[in-house]
């Protein structure tokens, strides 16, 4: 040391590494670098969530993003560091030019910095820091703890987030006036070869003819989704599904209480839409809803089931079944509507066999569910009276907006918000008196007005560009007496014979909504769509760029660890 050294400058070597440790900040400090800090957990989590996806855009793009913040969070804490440091030294030279005019010692004082009253500009950088902050830590726990924050349904049985609301009437409009029951004999494609009165017999004979051609072009071309295995693969499910039970009446082979010597279950309504749900959840359905039968609701019961018998109301005790008609008694009021996940991985792959597979074999759970719910009800000592035909009984968006399932969508179509468009919805009439459920919004439909993607994505153009949903049908297959962005069934129909070889199924595919992947982003992302729809625009923008909507390689579908049925099961 020489004679004009400072010790205290020796003493404060470490002052050039004041960077790594932890310093005096100011609060606005302390909020940026929570807020840093808690923005790298949400990337890093959702990184590695697409990366265990396979979504490799998303994973490339948000592991960018959080090493883009990383790298900024750290040079700005050692130009911070740098700038401590600087005035670190230059106030050590000024008390040691103090100290030696005085001939006394005195410590610098960090404190001294941050003893000075606030300017202006600090104060709003501090109050703005803590906005976002708190915005952020608040709603993360929004999202943490939506589950006890929301509201159950009907019987209690599971909570929504609290995003998700319960309304009194649906988020697009009904006119009870207006609507009539429907003959789904004849204004449904269900259950009819390709388009069945909506063309001519030689046009349906020529569809026909299409597509067998088409299928057995891609077969022998061994294109991938199209091989052997993939068409043995879906005619397993479509085989099986068409020799198993389904009745309008029931199997009717589970004892009776009477049979058992003991009178019929009693219980609450409330208490029997629990008992009725927690069973059904544990027969297979992803959500369960419920609607009750009044003057209006009655009309979303088809007049005529797709097979041509007709459906009536009539005062009885039992129903029965002719080669006529098929007959509800005015006490069986609640009609139970059911979701059955469909495989999003193999929708993805649409329109091939594989995402044919997954539909029918939606279709197939959905039909055991019917069959194990007639039984039990069967055995509580009640009636259960299901669909006799593929989606006949009733209307089935109709019935799942009223029961809270969802929303009615771009899609014609509804979107839950648990698991987007990928389910089948199901139904049947019961006496049991339950407790409903009341219509949600989770903010789907209106951010169907910004979104569009389904409709771009559709290959024949059949869905809807239209930004508002319309009152008017476009076609016969529709019917009047709601608002909905209806669809060219025909179009769509058409499409699958002539071109996609398979029924098809993009437009689900590619909605914001069909995401299985956990990550707690798109839980962000749901909460924001249904309480800030200033956003919508950008969502949608974002859902691009992260390389959502783009149908995966049916390739590589064979070489997957697929989750039992392909589906991930969990709700949130
Ligand atoms: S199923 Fe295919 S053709 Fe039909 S509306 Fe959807 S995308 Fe269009
Ligand atoms: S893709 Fe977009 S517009 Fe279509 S149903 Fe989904 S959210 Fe609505």
């Known amino acids: 040391m020489t004679n004009n050294q400072n010790p205290r400058d020796i003493l404060n070597l470490e002052s050039h590494f004041r960077w790594l440790r932890v310093r005096r900040r100011t609060a606005s400090e302390w909020l940026a670098w929570g807020l840093w800090l808690l923005s790298l ?13 396979g979504e490799t855009q998303a994973t490339v793009l948000a592991g960018a993003l959080f090493f883009g913040l990383l790298a900024a969070g750290v040079i700005v ?9 600087s005035i670190h030294k230059y106030r050590s030279q000024q008390i040691a030019q103090k100290d030696d005019a005085l001939g006394s010692s005195s410590e610098p004082d960090e404190t001294q910095a941050n003893g000075r009253p606030l300017t202006r500009r600090q104060f709003i950088k501090t109050v703005g820091m803590a906005g976002v902050t708190v915005g952020a830590a608040g709603s993360t726990a929004l999202v943490a703890g939506s589950q006890m924050l929301g509201t159950p349904t009907s019987g209690g049985v599971y909570r929504r987030p609290w995003w998700v609301r319960q309304v009194e009437v649906p988020t697009t409009g009904i006119d009870w006036d207006m609507m009539q029951r429907v003959d789904a004999a004849r204004n449904t494609l269900a259950g009819n070869p390709a388009l069945g009165r909506f063309a001519s017999q030689e046009e349906n004979d020529y569809l026909e003819t299409v597509r067998r051609q088409n299928e057995f072009n891609r077969l022998t071309n061994n294109e991938a989704g199209f091989t052997l295995k993939d068409f043995a693969l879906a005619n397993a499910f479509s085989g099986t599904r068409d020799i198993m039970p389904r009745t309008f009446l029931g199997p009717r082979q589970a004892p009776r209480p009477e049979d058992l010597g003991v009178d019929r279950w009693q219980g609450s309504p409330d208490e029997n839409a629990r008992l009725l749900k927690v069973a059904m959840q544990q027969m297979g359905a992803a959500t369960v809803g419920i609607v009750e039968l009044d003057e209006r609701t009655r009309k979303l019961i088809y007049s005529v089931d797709n097979d041509g018998k007709r459906l009536e109301f009539e005062n009885v005790e039992h129903a029965y079944e002719d080669t006529e008609k098929r007959v509800i008694p005015f006490a069986a009021r609640w009609v139970v509507v059911y979701a059955v996940q469909m495989s999003d991985i193999a929708i993805r792959r649409a329109p091939t066999k594989i995402a044919q597979m997954a539909t029918t074999e939606a279709y197939q759970r ?18 259960g009276l299901g669909e006799a035909e593929l989606n006949g009984l009733g209307i089935a968006p109709a019935l799942a907006v009223l029961a809270g399932l969802g929303e009615l969508s771009r899609l014609n179509r509804v979107v839950t918000p648990e698991f987007g468009p990928m389910v089948r919805i199901f139904k049947l009439i019961t006496d049991l008196p339950l407790a409903p459920d009341k219509p949600i919004d989770a903010g789907i439909a209106r951010f169907c007005r910004t979104c569009k993607k389904c409709a771009e994505a559709c290959p024949p153009s059949a869905l809807s560009f239209d930004t508002e949903p319309g009152w008017i049908p476009i076609g016969e297959w529709s019917n009047p007496g709601h608002q909905a962005w209806f669809e060219d069934s025909v179009r769509c129909r058409r499409y699958w014979y002539e071109e996609a070889g398979s029924n098809c199924g993009i437009c689900f595919s590619v909605c914001p909504f069909s995401k299985r992947n956990r990550s707690f982003m798109h839980d962000l992302v749901r909460m924001q769509i249904a309480t800030f729809p200033e956003l919508d625009e950008l969502t949608r923008t974002m859902d691009d760029a992260f390389g ?3 149908q995966k390689d049916p390739g590589d579908w064979w070489d997957l660890d697929l989750p039992e049925y392909g589906i991930d099961t969990h709700k949130d």
């Open 41 to 53: 957990a949400i990337l890093l989590e959702y990184t590695w969530s697409s990366f265990v996806e």
């Open 77 to 85: 804490n050692i130009m911070r560091g740098v700038d401590a440091q």
């Open 366 to 383: 959905g039909l055991m569910i019917q069959n194990n719910v007639q039984e039990f009800l069967r055995g509580l000592g009640y009636q």
């Open 548 to 550: 959502y909507g783009v």
